[in-house]
């Protein structure tokens, strides 16, 4: 384990570490770590208090980036993240930005805890949002926002089937 104040040895850390998508037989796609699958992980509680801290941190977000790029080089993908449309993929053919209420973000994000087994409680989980949130849109590099070229859409009211389909009328151009 290495220390997250470690940022020497977390940069060396970013650096030497490979990642790769793999399509598993049930059509779904997971992100591997030198071989590993750490598609459930990254989306652990302990990952998602720290991701914005450890990200944040120049070398290790170099390195991260240089690694997502290579990814989208290879067409046919398609990333989230805080900065994928602004720093990782700004000459992407389509870039949507999807937002929610905090309060619509912490109900889903507890939803998906809770079916996974996970106990958490509501409000941990939004003020853990909330820091999140303040600090990505405050941070030097790469602050959350929008490419000025993305379509918005904000899904607080939305189900995954209405978003789903207004994603797919924004790509057809693209199928």
């Given at each position: 384990k290495i220390s997250l104040d470690n940022h020497e040895d977390l940069t060396q850390l970013a650096n030497q570490v490979q990642?790769?998508?793999?399509?598993?037989?049930?059509?779904?796609?997971?992100?591997?770590?030198?071989g590993e699958d750490v598609s459930e992980e990254i989306r652990s509680i302990p990952v998602t208090k720290n991701v914005s801290f450890v990200s944040?941190?120049?070398g290790v977000r170099e390195a991260l980036v240089k690694q997502q790029k290579l990814i989208g080089a290879q067409g046919g993908v398609v990333m989230d993240g805080r900065d994928i449309g602004t720093v990782v993929l700004p000459y992407a053919e389509l870039k949507i930005f999807l937002t929610a209420s905090l309060e619509e973000r912490a109900v889903r994000r507890w939803r998906e805890m809770t079916a996974k087994g996970i106990k958490s409680s509501m409000e941990e989980i939004r003020e853990d949002l909330k820091q999140r949130d303040a600090f990505d849109?405050?941070?030097?590099?790469?602050?959350?926002?929008?490419a000025t070229d993305s379509v918005i859409i904000d899904t607080s009211s939305l189900s995954i089937e209405k978003v789903v389909d207004r994603i797919l009328e924004l790509s057809s151009f693209l199928i």
């Open positions: 990642l790769s998508f793999k399509k598993l037989p049930d059509d779904t796609y997971h992100l591997f770590m030198d944040a941190i120049s849109s405050g941070r030097e590099v790469a602050p959350l926002r929008p």
